[in-house]
């Protein structure tokens, strides 16, 4: 079985109420999250969860704020010596724009998404404004995409599994490294989520939902699974990996 690690490739930023990671926890407290592409480097394929963002905003401050250099797509691939052509595989935790806006760049990848992530970027409730057809237009026009309806082995050493928390189809994604199982969360967390302050967790909770969610306690229930299962966790937005430091 192959062993991976994994790179943050930050593409883009979002700022905001800290609010939006941390159900019922900080709102109002301004908050700068990273945008992430990961490369899981090892094995016999070149494989990307998510894309990222199209259009990065390239600020010395934001790169302030999150601790790490912000990349193009074209960018952060090239650190690894690769281009959007290069990817075979591309991994879909879920498909809100910032996940996906570089996919059409990848024009020789097969991408892994759930099929109720389709069905909802292309018929979305109006509070999920985050959900923009047009990006996946292009790959789904293709034939690129490989629907998935559950838990699913993708190579051996990564596996997909189901955890609609943030999204319907939410997808987290185990990879197996030197240090253990890293999973990259199928939902948008920071580390604080999984590890909450004594405030939190002198209300007896030991975990904190995501900030956007389909169900509150299910969403409650996932992380602690997850926080359960990982030997490395991989918050979808947490700030410390800006440094692109690799991860297992």
């Not at 075979?88 to 059409?104: A, F, P």
Request: charged content about 20%; some cysteine; aromatic content about 10%.
């Amino acid at each position: 079985m192959s062993v991976y690690r994994i790179h943050p490739i930050v593409l883009g930023t979002k700022q905001f109420d800290k609010g939006m990671m941390t159900y019922q926890h900080d709102y109002g407290k301004p908050f700068t999250i990273p945008i992430y592409a990961w490369y899981l480097e090892g094995g016999e394929h070149t494989i990307l969860v998510d894309t990222g963002e199209m259009h990065p905003i390239q600020s010395a401050q934001r790169e302030e704020a999150i601790g790490g250099r912000i990349y193009t797509f074209e960018q952060g691939l090239a650190r690894f010596n690769l281009k959007p052509e290069d990817i075979d595989m591309v991994l879909h935790t879920h498909l809100h724009n910032d996940h996906c806006e570089n996919d059409y760049k990848c024009s020789k990848a097969r991408f892994y998404v759930h099929e109720k992530e389709l069905e909802h970027i292309h018929n979305p409730h109006p509070l999920d404004f985050r959900y923009l057809e047009d990006y996946i237009e292009d790959v789904e026009t293709n034939g690129q995409i490989e629907v998935l309806t559950g838990d699913r082995e993708i190579v051996p050493g990564i596996r997909m599994v189901h955890t609609p928390a943030h999204t319907p189809g939410g997808m987290s994604v185990f990879v197996k490294t030197a240090r253990g199982t890293a999973v990259i969360t199928g939902f948008c967390l920071i580390m604080e989520n999984f590890f909450p302050p004594p405030a939190i967790t002198g209300m007896e909770m030991e975990v904190i939902p995501p900030g956007t969610h389909i169900n509150t306690y299910a969403a409650y229930d996932m992380v602690k699974k997850i926080k359960e299962q990982a030997d490395i966790l991989i918050p979808l937005h947490e700030p410390s990996f800006a440094t692109g430091e690799p991860i297992g």
